[in-house]
């Protein structure tokens, strides 16, 4: 069936330091991928979209790198901040009416 | 402007027990969503509503219903609860035109004992 999955269920990094999460998706239909972010106790956050005629979209201090020819996306975190810590949730489109298939997590910790 | 309100924030039910969760918007938005969500199981779709009038099931339906009962209000019930059933349930709605992105609300949390 259709997945989208992470590779790393925690990352911890240090402050100031850039965060790299990775996300593979299986489904090659997918032309819309969205990444959230869900700080304890609250609902995901958009955070940053990418449509699949790009490969690169950039936000501020966030980066979303999508390649297709792998079904691979990556958010990353420019200069990380303990307040990005979080669960962050890729997330893409299926064929037909476009709901979203999420992700499991990562969570990434930030160290001062 | 509230986005997305989810009400309750917590319960508490016994087996058995019935209750609707609430959510209600204010954006506007045709589509509405009813996901789940467990440890380690990221976000699943338990219903969805494309528009006014209309809802479909989606990954995990069994033991749920919903009311679209106009373009703002989008309710799921549960008839008889069951411990299965405790998790943290988030409401969302879609955008229209490019953007396909999801607006959450702040989750109910409900456990079943």
């Known amino acids: 069936g259709e997945s989208v999955g992470l590779h790393l269920p925690t990352l911890s990094v240090q402050e100031g330091d850039n965060s790299i999460i990775n996300c593979a998706y299986s489904?090659?239909?997918?032309?819309?991928f969205i990444w959230y972010k869900q700080e304890s106790g609250k609902g995901p956050q958009f955070i940053i979209d990418?449509?699949?005629?790009?490969d690169k979209r950039q936000g501020q201090r966030v980066t979303v790198l999508l390649n297709k020819t792998v079904k691979h996306l990556s958010l990353q975190i420019a200069a990380t901040q303990p307040g990005d810590s979080a669960v962050y949730f890729c997330?893409?489109?299926?064929?037909?009416?476009?709901?979203?298939?999420f992700g499991a997590g990562t969570r990434l910790a930030v160290h001062p | 402007n509230a986005g997305v309100t989810q009400t309750p924030k917590f319960q508490v039910l016994k087996t058995g027990q019935s209750m609707t969760l609430q959510c209600a918007q204010d954006?506007?938005?045709?589509?509405m969503y009813w996901y789940r969500q467990d440890p380690g199981m990221g976000l699943r779709l338990i219903y969805y509503?494309?528009?006014?009038?209309?809802?479909d099931k989606g990954e995990v339906p069994n033991g749920y219903n919903v009311s679209r009962l106009n373009k703002r209000e989008f309710s799921l019930r549960l008839e008889s609860a069951a411990p299965s059933q405790t998790s943290v349930y988030f409401c969302?709605?879609?955008?229209?035109?490019?953007?396909?992105?999801?607006?959450f609300g702040s989750g109910t949390r409900l456990t079943v004992v």
């Open positions: 954006m506007n938005h045709n589509s």
């Open positions: 969302a709605t879609q955008g229209q035109g490019s953007s396909y992105g999801y607006t």
């Open positions: 990418i449509r699949s005629n790009m």
């Open positions: 997330a893409s489109n299926t064929g037909g009416y476009n709901k979203l298939i």
């Open positions: 489904n090659s239909a997918s032309d819309y």
């Open positions: 509503s494309a528009s006014e009038g209309t809802t």
